[in-house]
């Protein structure tokens, strides 16, 4: 039984790492972009650029990648469904010069951080 016990000790010590594994190579892999990993199903990062441009990226990308279900340009929110999972996209405007980038996805309402990411990085590449 303390065999068992032991085993799934280590199972769920695994799985937690391997999330945290995640989180890291994510911030790794943007760190270039400023973007960091603040739940398992959300990415964020901040950006010098205008918001309009990275508004009307994030509105290109969202009708690329999937089907847009509610935006507001006013309020900075996109809402659409892509690949089978729900992504919400917040552009929070937080000086004049600098914008936050807030993207979460959820599949079957689980994380898709991998999704979060990769529109991410979509919206950053179209505005350089």
């Not at 995640?22 to 972009?33: K, M, R, S, V, Y």
């Not at 990648?65 to 552009?91: F, H, M, P």
């Amino acid at each position: 039984m303390k065999k068992i016990i032991s085993l799934f000790l280590l199972l769920i010590t695994l799985l937690n790492l391997s999330g945290c594994l995640g989180a890291l190579i994510i911030g790794g892999a943007a760190g270039a972009l400023g973007a960091y990993a603040v739940s398992k199903d959300t990415i964020q990062g901040e950006t010098d650029k205008p918001y309009d441009t990275l508004w009307n990226a994030a509105v290109m990308i969202g009708k690329i990648r999937g089907t847009i279900k509610n935006q507001d340009s006013v309020k900075g929110y996109i809402e659409l469904e892509a690949d089978s999972s729900k992504v919400w996209i917040r552009l929070i405007r937080l000086t004049r010069a600098t914008t936050r980038i807030r993207i979460s996805a959820r599949k079957h309402h689980l994380p898709n951080i991998e999704l979060a990411q990769d529109i991410f990085v979509k919206i950053i590449e179209q505005v350089r």
